[in-house]
């Protein structure tokens, strides 16, 4: 399992064991005394298509 902190308080949880990624869910949301549907739902606020982009960048 892989936890990933992104920018703007945005937590990503990575695993090829979908029931191990519910189960961080459900513990983490449990720990902030919240349930899953006062979460907000995510939205696309911009898109761009990056062209010429390196090895080091992908």
Avoid: W
């Amino acid at each position: 399992m892989q936890f990933v902190k992104r920018l703007y308080r945005l937590l990503k949880i990575h695993s090829t064991n979908q029931g191990e990624v519910k189960a961080a869910r459900k513990a983490i949301l449990g720990a902030l005394g919240v349930n899953q549907h006062d979460c907000l739902n995510p939205k696309v606020v911009s898109s761009q298509i990056i062209c010429n982009i390196d090895s080091y960048q992908a």
